[in-house]
């Protein structure tokens, strides 16, 4: 069992700070009463009797039995006092959200962070942060956010800044991505970076392992423990601070030193840790690796529905070094069979194969799909459809909501993966639409990308992650 | 007045090839009733008395008085009795929809476009595409698509795909780009993408041409319209068919031939036109150019909420090529008074100034903005908000929607350009709320971008462009 296992395990979190009044700590309560934490859930209220249906103590000291976490949003000068209390009461983990530590580069903070950190190693107590999110882990339904996913992944992932780690769950599980376990650990006064991606590299229900970090306080250990999980599983990095402005903003966001861009980009590339600078460059990178296996292959059979849409298809792919192989004459005969030129002229069976509006029929749509996959030629294939604000209602969301049906049924039979890209026009309505039928093709390991380029990016940084990997 | 205009000012349209029954040419009726275009309409129609309420005709021919337009949703073995009644008719332009020509690979279909070339030169008729969506023209209410806008803007576009001109379209609509005018040509058997673009040199309406193009037919005068063209105003294109597998697509799609990527980019290049490669990249750069003057030089001074934020706002702008000049003690100590950090410690007035939850306080907000307005050391300013399912409705919905009006008032008051980047968590919902935040402050000239790598990407190529230019 990876030392920092208790971190995730607490029968009991007090929570101190809370307000009646919508304050800061409410924001840590709610979360853990709304993801259905079956532990104890003690509100810490200088006077109230009861907050968010709960029974409040005044103090820490007042909880009758163990206390395991602290979840702290009361003022940085008060911390000190409060860390003396549940060094007393054998707090195991003290998550401090607070604020205004050596991040603000002054002084006062300073020493603050300092003397809880004495405190920490003092009492045995161990702390997350300050001025950091937590925990995430839907499994025991530990939360920071009420509006995150209660269903949990195979996602680990280690962020030192909190915003950025809400900002990436919310990305992700809008995209279909879920999460084994998220630490937002801030200022690393006591569990750093290190510490935690040791844990990860061993945790058995992280199967990827994702970290944004900002600086680090123990460079030589960090590499140590980056390297051993890039052996053990893959692992993508999004380093803040990696121009001289961004380093800037680093220093007083999370207090870190940041490092030069190349440095770091060298060492990620040595270990074979991939890297991104940009969040949905990240969510995109982590969609074949949370639903497929290695493929045997980069040739791409391509599927759209619009001829204008066809080339893009081909050129994003090709140009992100995926192969869009020619067709043989027997497989193009065989899906000339299907659709007929004469039924729909707009239909072409090159690769891409473009189904034009004969691919709503659910019919046409699956055998094209199926052939394709008996096709030797190619290593999985990529669908694309366009949706846009004449699908909502009527007869043309009736044939989508069909074709995605067959989709579903047709992908069971399949032997070959499958990802999608579905083109929007940006309207709500759209979305929701799009969200629809994502959250159905997921179930069957069916990747969505919002773009060409974004699909074919993607799935070739999969393809070589695991070329370099044999 | 450049010789095409005559295309773009009909008296009235005949639509051939209507139906009853929802099938294609109904496409092509209802976007001009419903787009409020004010010359006659006419549906031909063989039996029907009357379409969509308005009387119909068996034929052309049947139509008293002039029929300026024709729209062709007709089987392409009958277009070229059409044309031959169109002839007869003097119909000044025909745009043929029906697909099924010389993009079929086919000699039948090659043999037809010859035909109907043929038809056009002799009787004087001239041709939009086959195998195009025609033409949308706001000012006057002639679209092909029922969702575009109805108001008018100041992009010129030309588009060989008719999927790809909709497309981008309502990408661009939802994303507050207007167009002026939009050209979709398709197979271009008599008016092609030289003549289009010469006229979009010369049209005063259009301020900034984009074109999406597959091949062309006369490569010289091409050259010779886009260099006219650059030299008048910005051109961007995007060229589809840039890879092999592309190009095997562009031929079984616009019947053209693509040409190899070296050498469109480097004549791109040559000519100051800026090449892109993907409709979100395309519609990001138009933003500025529809919105801002040449900006004084590319420092930017960003203002932030929320610390992890602003430490990927600093390193894309600095990645991009942006200048994130450190602000003076002056500045700071000014911008200090405006957010005490007692009241918010999560602040920093660093560039960028992260402004955390006091962002939302439209005072602060508005001082902060107006106090970096005044600074001499930055050109023009990126704000960044953070949007998610927790701002709808409730007391943060509120607090936005003071914010943005707070905006609007201060927005008209600075002296410099903003930009904006509104991270969405991609629900619906939020997409909803960010939609409509984007549709005020563009009133008031500020582009909005969804990421900030996209916006820092789109606002350094615009101030590339103005360097190279002067």
């Known amino acids: 069992m990876p030392d920092l296992e208790f971190i995730f395990h607490p029968s009991s ?5 809370v307000s009646q009044h919508n304050s800061t700590a409410d924001m840590f309560l709610d979360p853990l009463i709304q993801s259905g934490y079956k532990g104890k859930i003690y509100p810490i209220h200088h006077k109230a009797n009861e907050v968010s249906g709960l029974k409040a103590y005044p103090s820490i000291m007042d909880v009758p039995g163990p206390v395991d976490h602290v979840t ?28 205004g530590f050596s991040e603000s580069g002054e002084e006062e903070g300073i020493r603050l962070e300092k003397e809880i950190a004495e405190i920490s190693r003092r009492g045995n107590v161990r702390v997350l942060g300050p001025n950091c999110m937590g925990i995430y882990y839907p499994d ?20 030192q800044s909190g915003g950025n780690s809400m900002r990436l769950v919310m990305l ?39 970290g944004y970090i900002e600086g680090t306080r123990d460079g030589r250990r960090f590499v140590r423990a980056l390297q051993k999980a890039a052996e053990a599983k893959p692992v993508i990095m999004f380093k803040g601070g990696v121009t001289e ?14 490092g030069t861009d190349a440095v770091w980009s060298s060492l990620f590339r040595q270990l074979g840790v991939m890297q991104v600078d940009d969040m949905e460059e990240l969510i ?16 791409v059979g391509l599927i759209g529905i619009g001829g204008g849409y066809s080339v893009l298809l081909a050129d994003a792919s090709a140009r992100a070094g995926l192969i869009v192989p020619a067709f043989t004459e027997e497989l193009k005969s065989s899906l000339r069979d299907i659709v007929p030129r ?31 996959d008996k096709y030797d030629g190619v290593d999985f294939m990529l669908l694309c459809i366009s949706l846009h604000a004449g699908c909502i209602g009527g007869p043309l969301k009736q044939m989508i909501d069909k074709a995605v049906d067959a ?49 074919a990016r993607a799935i070739s940084r999969f393809i070589q992650y695991h070329e370099r990997r044999q």
């Open 407 to 455: 989709l579903v049924i047709t992908k069971k039979k399949l032997n070959k993966p499958v990802a999608m890209v579905i083109l929007e026009d940006f309207a709500p309505e759209t979305r929701k639409l799009s969200s629809g039928i994502q959250e159905i093709v997921r179930q069957v390991n069916i990747p969505v990308f919002p773009s060409f380029n974004r699909a």
């Open 140 to 159: 025991l339904g530990i939360s920071y956010e009420p509006s995150f996913p209660k269903d949990g992944g195979r996602i680990g992932f280690l962020a």
């Open 342 to 372: 004469e039924a729909d002229p707009g239909t072409s069976v090159h690769n891409p194969v473009d189904l034009s509006v004969s691919g709503w029929n659910p019919d046409i749509f699956s055998k094209a799909l199926e052939t394709v």
């Open 172 to 210: 992700g599980a809008a995209r279909g991505i879920r999460f084994s376990k998220v630490v937002s650990y801030g200022n690393a006064c006591d569990i750093n970076e290190a510490d935690l991606m040791e844990y990860l590299a061993d945790d058995p229900e992280s199967k990827i392992i994702i």
């Open 245 to 258: 402005a961004g380093t800037r903003a680093v220093a007083s966001h999370t207090g870190s030193l940041g």
């Open 72 to 99: 702290c949003g009361i003022r940085a000068t008060r911390t000190p006092e409060l860390m003396r209390e549940c060094a007393a009461k054998r707090v195991k983990l003290v998550q401090i959200f607070t604020a």
């Open 13 to 17: 979190i007090a929570v101190a700070g």
């Open 284 to 299: 995109d990178l982590l969609l074949p690796f949370q639903h497929w296996q290695p493929l045997r292959g980069k040739r």
